[in-house]
């Protein structure tokens, strides 16, 4: 990395704002480097290190007493969410130009499939819907926008020709959903999949998915158990095209419902009570609206809570997702060309997507998990993981775009066409699927904070951990705000750089 | 064509899935959880052995189930989803704060007096003392759970009372293991250079050969302090009979299989109050991790 | 009067393509529009479309269909306004018997029979026209309005085409590139140059030479 000097220098020798964005961004992340704490502080990580190899190299299929249920579970929590929050989205989308929905479809996606778990805990308890409700919620809103743009996208050409008193819903099913029905078909298959991996991470929770059973077997040094149900679960996303037929999924949407397994009965005075006395301020609760010492302490509180937990957590959450954004951009870039049909053969690259799949497919949550295990609590397990995940994720969509360049037959071979014809011709592409990314990183950062990273996250979890849930929501709040501006921000280096990718799935 | 009757077709199913009971509602189940405060597996097989018993001796269908955290363990109690609790000092004092008409009905004969261990890393140096041990001061210190009291509160307390100021101003670095077990794993691997843990789960992983001695050792002991307990909730009487609380209670003190109490491990339980608790109130109060 | 426009000015935005525009249509003609490409005739159609939609089909110039559905849906979609919602979306997902015997007929008589269940976004140009005005035809009503609606079509299409089209919609009226079939089908023929109007004048009264004017520079 150079020095700031030297970026400066470059800055002002004029290059293309594509670069200088870029140079803005490693520099940031420099000089976050320089405040963060990346020490590994376990005395002897290779040891550990050494156990998990040999777990994953004999993997224990027999030692997860129904393996089988765990995943048919975690499958279920995907399906029941997924298809809800599809449904949702969809409805949604139809009414998508109204402020208000925009923006509370923006607020909802701004919050973690795990915090929003950690909500529903508290009303409804350790139920199946706590778990549905967690991966539908959140997803309704992201695949609101989504479709919405789609639609709005969409050429309509029939749309003229329709007999005059065609009704809405008519015209809608015939003229406009079929020609972005393909569109949102791949979309929501791609939901699915992320819907596959909030599922596991849900365990960590406690609902009965993966990561339920990923946590006992991780924290008990288990690692073949741990290392069998992971190679399960890469098994599963890796054929997902096989299992998940279309004709299929009228059945799985019908059946899953009843594999999510029991729980407790939902109890209405419990969500009573969260609604209108737990997110309720202590000060406010506690003291009489009419006295002036109410208003006091209320603003002592949110004080407290704003420079106390939030700022300090805020910082975290910065330092350690801007580094994160741009190791994950470098590694997206080393990563792509093994995938790339420019730079290898068909079985080099065939390992390279085996080697990509599992990267994307394991959330962020558990590598990072994993990682803290082996080295310790700091930043840099949080770092590592959260480039692996998302780096591999780029990796793969800026490898499939690569193919599509047309080089000329004498182009060179190797580093001279990584750097002199590929790289220039994918980085507008790759910075789109960068930015579209970072504000996913930002909301990974917050909830790295559960597993005890002092980003927002983890003052969430000290507040729930206390069950104050008045803190908890207004943290929460703070979180979504802050997202909400991070995105728009995102949104504001796209459009100056005219940057815009055609996937949306970064 | 084909596509569109899968969308019309898992649109109506996805709103039917919506209205599905997915819940089976065992009415009649007596559930109890306990706070996660040891390897999974272990709790596991205790307290599925406490559910047979309690079975047995109560004559109602007892089921024990596993949470994730501390907090878990208070929120379910709060929310009527379990019924019976075996809380810390800490989470009892809060699931008997946040449900009115709750009671702690049983302690082990150890909780009494319970005590944390102070814990280092052999690089330390340092050497068991009788008071409290000031050069812990600029190491890296992990509690237990945020919600324990063992690994959490009473460390906290006599961290403060000593040094005069929050853990995160005295130590370099502040962690949360999550439980017992993970402090200990964490100070003997030398993540952390300072733990505090609970002395039962010490003295156990001890005897169970999991300490390496040459690794990590104790260097002080708090003063004694009311632990675990059995709190059950007040509405039990109406969901169950009149005299369902005392029956509960009477069974859990007369459990006397050695093996069931070992994996506690405890010597026997004894009856408790909620006033048995008042220390331990008045110190979350005090460092505010109650208000 | 069907269709009629007095000294108007039409065109997209505010932006007049066509000036001082005066026509009048009354039932049973069969007018063509004749002229340059981009003179103009689109527009003219468009407007008659926009004000006097209410009982009359529409033929748009780039055919206008859902590629992604069959030849039946996209055909089907002209009776969309004869049924209420739900029968229309039955339909969307199974074809219902009675439905595919009013349409298949229509999508026969124009040399789409075996294409019934196919996308239309296989089909080729002239096939998606001929869908385009099979579902004009199943739609019906006093007119139909129809822009180049055989320009992808051979000399024998083009009569079928035309001869179905007068049998079901009593006024037609076709914006055509082809001026010996203009000729042939229609009963009256419009021109369109320089932003309006040159030639009103029944089909009899001209000759292919007479119109020659109207594509010179």
Known sequence: MSSPQALSANLRRGYSPVVKTSLIFVAVAAVCLFFADISITTLDPWSEMGRMAQGVLAPDFTAVAGIGMIIVQTIAFALCGVALGAVGGFLLAQIFHIGPVRWTCAAVRAIHELFWALIFLQMLGLTPLTGVLAIAIPYAGICAKVYAETLEEAELPALPALPFGTGIISSFFFARLPDVWVHIKNYTAYRFECGLRSSAVLGFVGLPTLGFYLETAFGEGNYSEAAALLIIFYVLIATLRLWMRPKLIGLYVLVAPFLLGGGAAIDMRNIARFLTVDIVPAPLRNGSLGAGKTWSNLADWAGMLLFDQALPGMVATLLLSQIALVATGILALALFPLISEKFFGRLPRLLGHVFLVVLRSTPEFILAYIFLQLWGPSMLPAIVALALHNGAIIGHLVGRFSDQVRLRPDSPRGLNLYGFEILPRIYGQFLAFLFYRWEVIMRETAILGILGIATLGFYVDSSLADIRLDRVMFLIAIMVIFNVAVDALSRHIRSRLRLSTQTGQA | ?291 | MLFELANEDLGYDGDAVLHGISIGISKGERVALVGESGAGKSTLLSVLQDRYGGNTALIPQQAGLVRSLSVFHNVYMGSLHRHGAAYNLLNLAWPQKAEVARVRPIVERLGLGDKLFVPTGELSGGQQQRTAIARAILQGGDAVLGDEPVSAADNHQSRVILAALSETFTTVVLAMHDVDLALEFSTRIVGIKDGGIALDAPAAELTRSGLDFLYRK
């Open chain 2, 1 to 291: 064509m084909n596509r569109l009757k899968h969308l019309v077709f898992g649109a109506a199913l996805a709103f039917s899935a919506m209205g599905l009971p997915a819940q089976q509602v065992l009415a009649e189940t007596f559930v109890f959880t306990a706070i996660p405060d040891e390897n999974e597996a272990r709790l596991r097989e205790r307290f599925d052995k406490v559910a047979v018993y309690l079975t047995k001796t109560l004559g109602v269908e007892t089921k024990y189930i596993p949470v994730k955290s501390y907090a878990a363990a208070v929120t379910a109690f709060r929310n009527n989803q379990v019924q019976l609790g075996w809380f810390g000092g800490l989470s009892g004092v809060r699931a008997r704060h946040l449900v009115p008409g709750s009671e702690a009905i049983a302690q082990g004969f150890e909780d009494q007096a319970f005590e944390t261990y102070f814990i280092v890393h052999a690089s330390t140096g340092l050497k068991p003392s009788a008071d409290f041990p000031a050069a812990i001061a600029g190491k890296t210190f992990t509690f237990g759970s945020k919600g324990s009291t063992s690994g959490r509160l009473m460390p906290e307390y006599y961290v403060r009372q000593n040094f005069k100021a929050a853990p995160n101003r005295i130590f370099t670095k502040v962690g949360f293991s999550g439980n017992h077990s993970k402090t200990i794993a964490l100070v003997q691997s030398g993540a952390y250079q300072v733990g505090a843990v609970n002395f039962k789960v010490w003295e156990n992983e001890l005897k169970a050969g999991k300490i390496d001695p040459k690794k990590v050792s104790v260097v002080w002991k708090t003063p004694p302090y009311p632990d675990y307990q059995w709190t059950i909730r007040g509405d039990v009487e109406t969901r169950w009979k009149a005299g369902f609380k005392a029956k509960v209670r009477e069974a859990l003190l007369n459990m006397k299989d050695p093996d069931l109490l070992a994996s506690f491990p405890r010597k026997s339980f004894i009856p408790a109050s909620n006033s048995d608790y008042k220390p331990i109130l008045d110190v979350a109060k005090l460092i505010d991790l109650i208000s």
